[in-house]
């Protein structure tokens, strides 16, 4: 039996009486007991040219140290074009022991480098946002058992079918600590006041605020024929890129503090027929409020759901997210980036004395 | 049932085989689930004069912020002086859901009067050790049941007998995470280079290292008869003190980043018949260390033991303590204090920018 984590409900769960999900969906279990998990991204940020020049050397840079002891159980490379219209050169990485990736921290070459003044001079940013999560506030959903992406690549890993899925509010009830806690922004998810930090030539940390609400969001058509893959570039993917840009466009309300559109890359840095969407929200309310009521995300939902009950097995895109609700404590650190990088604008903010 | 949390061991206990223990000894439960239980301290530091003054205002002012909404579920007030030769007065309190803990910073008028620029100035010091600890990295021990001290003055929870005591390692098979986890120290217990930072006049935040371990342990004698009040005063306390001072004496071995011996306050201010140290060390294993081989503890340990055996039932001395082996992410924040004030000497700090 592999791991799992259940607390006796003191919040009612949202799942209808009687269920039946209309597509089968599955979900990650490691076969051994896992306490936290840990999920960091590594960038680079720079102009285009900068980007071309630095950005392979940046990825073998950052795939040495974890190359080091006590390195990840898995990582990716990506890279994605952000609100400032920079290019960001981004490795993730997972740790599913936090005192294996403490650590890594601690004796690896990474802390030296991403510390060194040398990095708060020149044209080029580093920024590293570490998700340090409780068991009990992940989940995660595939649309396939098959391919393996993200927390799935880590070791003693199993993808199991769940029939927690198909009802509005079935994110949340896959997050155990659910079950015992809502989840809430303490500012009620009152969007933060702006602040635009000196954040060039400076190493900053952002705090970001509890419950907090991170999400990978994946689409894989590597493989897909010409059918599905047209209907995955010209109907699904800018449904998706609409949602996305009312994510930003409308922060305030939908409580989105960050977002990148992320392409995977292939070793030799080529694209893949993979995207990845990072967001970060305020409050897992306020993703629920998109998902459930907005017609952005009803046409992305509707989409799938109809592709799926078209091809069933022989679906050839696959979808798939994890999702943290992180708690207090966790910083994100920025060197010599833009104001708006990352949570920066709507976080507090710390120096560090170097 | 009360609420248990267990994992399925892949690092043995320390228990012997069969072991009994020689004497009776309780932990603490709650009757509903907790995920994070939070132990926050707060402290004024002032010389002689100064804490004459204000200590009462000071106690006022936070037993103020913490009757607004969202406050601790309990509190004590304590004082001591530290190991400048200050004096500092402490509220401690305690909430056992992190969602109510985060509204009430997020809303209280505590922040706002913290991070005020006007504490920055003046004689007076004042400092935040906020502990948020994941309910598997905590441990309790009574020496009776009927006592209510610390965590244990919190609702829904119950004093309940345990067998996981009277050998060494016993706190370790305590903490739940210990079954999956062997808490090390990620820098190997080495103690870090002493620093001193130009904290006066500043707002600094210092981050507790990963498997920093936090002691409470409470000694109350109230009521105690002469012939147990005699041997408190002459033979336990004695002992107690001497293996307190070879904590701090001896900080590079014991891995001691932090030592509070306080005397806990009636509601008047007056010295109550109780006291608690707080320790914080670098790791489990180097308290651990002491604990098992140092004539020091050792001294204390057997005293304690005699006296249960001697007295029994009629033990008119209860020692207790409250342990937390921190994950990462704790912050704590110091303004306008003295240079060795808590782990500031020995850990990464971080200043806010206001």
């Not at 990736?101 to 690896?108: G, I, T, V």
């Not at 419950?211 to 109907?235: F, I, P």
């Not at 699904?236 to 890359?265: D, F």
Request: aromatic residues 10%; glycine residues 8%; contains cysteine.
């Amino acid at each position: 039996m592999p791991f799992e984590w259940k607390y006796q409900r003191l919040v009612p769960e949202r799942r209808p009486p009687g269920h039946q999900p209309a597509a089968p969906r599955y979900s990650l279990r490691w076969t051994e007991p896992r306490s936290t998990l840990v999920s960091v991204y590594f960038g680079m940020q720079a102009d285009a040219a900068g980007d071309a020049a630095l950005a392979p050397a940046h990825i073998a840079r950052i795939r040495g140290f974890l190359a080091e002891a006590n390195g990840p159980a898995a990582h990716e490379i990506m890279r994605c074009t952000d609100e400032a219209g920079l290019e960001n050169t981004i490795v993730v990485a997972y740790w599913t022991e936090p005192g294996v990736y403490a650590r890594w921290l601690e004796d690896s070459g990474f802390r030296p480098w991403f510390d060194d003044p040398a990095r708060l001079g020149g044209a080029v940013g580093y920024w590293f946002e570490a998700l340090v999560v409780p068991y009990d506030r992940h989940e995660t959903i595939y649309s396939a058992p098959g391919y393996r992406i993200g927390l799935a690549r880590t070791p003693a890993t199993e993808i199991v079918p769940i029939t927690t899925n198909g009802y509005f509010g079935a994110a949340r009830d896959r997050l155990p600590l659910s079950a015992i806690d809502t989840l809430e922004s303490p500012s009620g998810g009152l969007f933060p006041a702006t602040t635009e930090h000196a954040s060039r030539g400076a190493h900053l940390c952002a705090v970001v605020p509890h419950n907090c609400t991170v999400l990978r969001s994946g689409q894989y058509w590597e493989g897909a024929g010409q059918e599905q893959l047209d209907d995955y570039m010209n109907a699904l993917q800018p449904k998706l890129m609409r949602g996305m840009a009312y994510l930003v466009e409308e922060r305030e309300r939908t409580g989105c503090l960050s977002l990148r559109i992320m392409t995977n890359l292939n070793e030799d840095g080529s694209a893949r027929a993979e995207t990845s969407v990072y967001a970060a929200f305020l409050s897992l309310n306020q993703l629920e409020a998109w998902a459930e009521s907005h017609d952005t995300h009803m046409e992305i939902y509707r989409h799938a759901i109809a592709m799926n009950r078209l091809y069933k097995e022989k679906r050839e895109v696959v979808t798939w997210h994890e999702l943290f609700v992180l708690g207090m404590g966790n910083l994100f650190e920025y060197v010599n980036c833009h104001p708006r990088t990352g949570i920066l604008p709507y976080a507090r903010v710390l120096t560090d004395r170097g």
